[in-house]
């Protein structure tokens, strides 16, 4: 199976900034996934983030909120930006490394915003 | 629309009794995947299995089995002989394959395995 790490672990932060999260593939992916899971609730998808091209958002979810970066086939970041208590959950990522059609995930960062 | 509906939101069990976790999609594709994952209190997600909406045959790992019916388009989830280290949120989600890769998730079952 794939190894996808996560940083942070965890953070808590002030309501009004900004965290950017990392998610880091061990081997090239072509598409990596930004999942939110609020407060005893399922998976929800971000967007999907292509190496090259700008990251493409679900409904619900805009670009100046979650602004995610992708420099590279085995790096990719979600920067979650003026954060408020609505936005404390746990972010995940995820990848199909070995082009299976299914997708491994990473351990998560969970945030809690005060 | 794709859609997938866990039913059953918490089950609890006592070490050793079989449990069945049901899962129930909707989708108007017919090439799709389902999946089953596991989610320990650690949060991470941990993949169980993935089957193709070609191949209905069940399967079995060890203590796990999968029954995946298209006729009624469920993809059940049996744990025979349960542990304690079962415990944990367990979901059903679905990727329709030309979309490459977008998962639909289930809402969950939290799975308590008591000893």
């Known amino acids: 199976s794939a190894v996808i790490s996560q940083k942070p672990s965890r953070d808590i932060c002030q309501r009004g900034t900004s965290l950017t999260i990392q998610c880091q593939v061990d081997?090239?992916?072509?598409?990596m996934f930004w999942y939110r899971q609020q407060p005893g609730q399922s998976l929800t998808l971000i967007a999907t983030a292509n190496q090259g091209s700008e990251a493409t958002y679900e409904s619900g979810f805009v670009i100046d909120k979650f602004p995610i970066s992708r420099p590279n086939l085995t790096f990719s970041t979600l920067t979650v930006s003026n954060m408020s208590p609505e936005d404390s959950s746990i972010y995940l990522c995820?990848?199909?490394?070995?082009?299976?059609?299914?997708?491994?995930f990473g351990p998560g960062t969970r945030l809690l915003v005060l | 629309a794709q859609k997938v509906t866990q039913a059953q939101t918490e089950i609890s069990v006592v070490e050793k009794e079989d449990v069945t976790l049901d899962c129930v999609y909707e989708?108007?594709?017919?090439?799709?995947?389902l999946f089953w994952y596991k989610q320990p209190p650690s949060g991470e997600l941990v993949f169980l299995i993935r089957?193709?909406?070609?191949?209905?045959q069940n399967e079995i790992s060890g203590r796990y089995s999968w029954n995946f019916q298209k006729s009624t388009s469920s993809f059940n989830f049996t744990i025979t002989a349960s542990q304690v280290v079962d415990s944990a949120v367990y979901f059903c989600?679905?990727?329709?394959?030309?979309?490459?890769?977008?998962?639909?998730f289930g809402q969950g079952t939290e799975l308590s395995v008591k000893p």
């Open positions: 989708t108007r594709d017919t090439t799709y995947y």
């Open positions: 995820s990848a199909d490394p070995l082009v299976l059609k299914t997708q491994y």
């Open positions: 089957r193709n909406s070609f191949d209905e």
């Open positions: 989600a679905l990727s329709e394959a030309p979309q490459g890769g977008k998962l639909i």
């Open positions: 081997s090239q992916v072509t598409m």
